[in-house]
């Protein structure tokens, strides 16, 4: 019980966001354990309001990277513009690296790498079920985190689903009925590099002990 447990642990500590992939082809029996992880997961009521479309033929995959760049790219030009992404990096001192990161940001090209990932997953929920964004977001990481123990690599793309435009024209490609809302995409390929960890903010400063502000952990 003591290894599932330091097994389990690992896994979820190994789990990054990958964004370049080797031409590594997923196999089937992975893919299957990987969709077979979402359903496992638990939905508000059992209501299991997902439904997933996998994508891995080149061109379609060439679809979503278009509506991703530029829906990305109109996202963060926002950001840019309301002063937002200024204040997001503002403890980035090195002005160079600033602005190639604002560069890229506003390019959209921070989501146009799904056409690279062998397989992508479009995560679809029911628009009249109140919790499908949690039930699709509890099925999402039981599938990175399969992905990971599988060592395979994954990221959760939401920014190309936001804009109601992109989501409209991502239905229309794809077939999607009317009843369903497109909540993300999962795109899974075997990891050319494994990035280092984000940052996370520590314990200490996110649990409280019985009312807000209060110490629970001292470190
Ligand atoms: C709800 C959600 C939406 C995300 N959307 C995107 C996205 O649109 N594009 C992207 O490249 N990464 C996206 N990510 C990945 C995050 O950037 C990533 O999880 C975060 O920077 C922490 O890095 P890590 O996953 O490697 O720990 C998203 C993650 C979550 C949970």
């Known amino acids: ?9 690992q896994v979820i500590k ?10 590594r082809r997923v196999s089937e029996e992975d893919l ?6 979402a359903r496992q997961a638990p939905s508000g009521e059992n209501a299991q309001p997902w439904r997933f479309i996998v994508v891995k033929d080149q061109e379609n995959k ?4 278009y509506v ?5 790219g109109r996202r963060f030009t926002g950001e840019f513009l309301s002063k937002q992404m200024q204040t997001r990096f503002e403890g980035l001192q090195d002005e160079e690296k600033k602005k190639a990161a604002f560069k890229k940001l506003t390019s959209g090209n921070v989501s146009a790498f799904v056409s690279e990932a062998d397989v992508n997953i479009l ?32 990221c959760w793309l ?14 229309n490609y794809f077939q999607v009925p009317d009843e369903f809302k497109i909540y993300a995409i999962i795109a899974i390929g075997t990891p050319a ?18 009312k807000f502000g209060e110490t629970y952990y001292e470190a």
């Open 68 to 72: 991703g760049k530029n829906g990305s």
């Open 158 to 171: 939401v920014a190309p689903c936001i804009d109601i435009r992109d989501e409209i024209k991502m239905k």
């Open 123 to 154: 995560v679809l929920g029911k628009k009249e079920v109140w919790d499908a964004p949690f039930d699709t977001s509890a099925a999402i990481e039981n599938m990175l985190l399969t992905v990971t123990s599988l060592g395979l690599g994954a």
């Open 193 to 210: 590099k494994i990035a280092g960890p984000r940052p996370r903010i520590p314990l200490k400063d996110l649990i409280y002990n019985e």
């Open 1 to 9: 019980m003591e290894e599932t447990k330091d097994i389990f642990f």
């Open 14 to 23: 190994d789990r990054r966001s990958i964004r370049k992939y080797t031409d």
């Open 62 to 65: 060439n679809f979503l990277s």
């Open 32 to 37: 299957r354990l990987i969709l077979e992880s």
